[in-house]
């Protein structure tokens, strides 16, 4: 079946650390996507990439990095410069519409990240 | 930034009972989409509705546009205890390759 899948299921970072989501898709999807969510909010966009190694901050990029080596992956790093990490993090992607990127996306089932 | 806002935050309904969402957002969108969050796991996309359509339907579902009050609504009829999710709408702006989602609607089927 193809899908979107995200790794791990919960993580736990230390101060100081960094940590990396792992975000995989097999659907043959351009676009990929980082989104953050915080309890009983919605999601925000933290980056997003169209293209193999081309990649856009969204709008809460501080803090994380990303890579975009290979079509069907794209990596989220958190940093230690992100002082607030605790969230659900969700990964998604979609195909080339007929506009740029217009149509729907498609959602792993998250990574919940946690401070020791 | 987060465009979209959803009315009400909240939604409890009996099984069988309609339920509506609405959603404003504030600048010029290319679709808006409507997608379901159950508790715990990735979002669902349930439908997508063009600038240039006014209403849309998919098996239960029906979302209306309004652009010049920059406004949707998605309603559920014959809801069921399996529809118990909170529901989002995004904005696909015009001129950003990303969608802005709102804040969701969470809604309660009692059986």
């Known amino acids: 079946d193809g899908g979107i899948t995200q790794s791990p299921k919960y993580l736990f970072r230390k101060e100081g650390q960094n940590v990396t989501l792992s975000c995989e898709q097999n659907l043959n999807h351009d676009a990929m996507y980082w989104y953050r969510q915080d309890p009983g909010q919605g999601l925000r966009l933290i980056y997003y990439?169209?293209?193999?190694?081309?990649?856009q901050k969204g709008d809460i990029a501080e803090g994380y990095s990303v890579s975009r080596e290979k079509k069907e992956s794209f990596p989220l790093t958190v940093t230690s410069a992100q002082k607030n990490p605790t969230a659900f993090y969700l990964c998604a992607s979609s195909m080339r519409g007929r506009a740029p990127f217009e149509g729907p996306q498609h959602f792993g089932d998250g990574t919940r990240l946690s401070i020791l | 930034s987060q465009q979209g806002e959803e009315d009400p935050q909240a939604l409890s309904i009996q099984e069988g009972e309609n339920a509506t969402m609405n959603c404003s957002y504030k600048?010029?969108?290319?679709?808006l989409q409507w997608y379901r969050q159950n508790s715990g796991r990735g979002l669902v996309h349930l439908i997508l509705?063009?600038?240039?359509?006014r209403e849309k339907h998919s098996g239960r579902l029906r979302v209306t546009l309004d652009t010049s009050k920059k406004s949707s609504s998605l309603l559920i009829t014959a809801s069921r205890a399996a529809d118990t999710a909170s529901y989002f709408c995004a904005t696909m702006d015009t001129g950003r390759r990303a969608l802005t989602f709102g804040s969701g609607t969470r809604l309660q089927v009692q059986p």
């Open positions: 600048t010029s969108i290319n679709n």
């Open positions: 509705i063009r600038s240039n359509e």
């Open positions: 990439s169209q293209i193999v190694n081309d990649f």
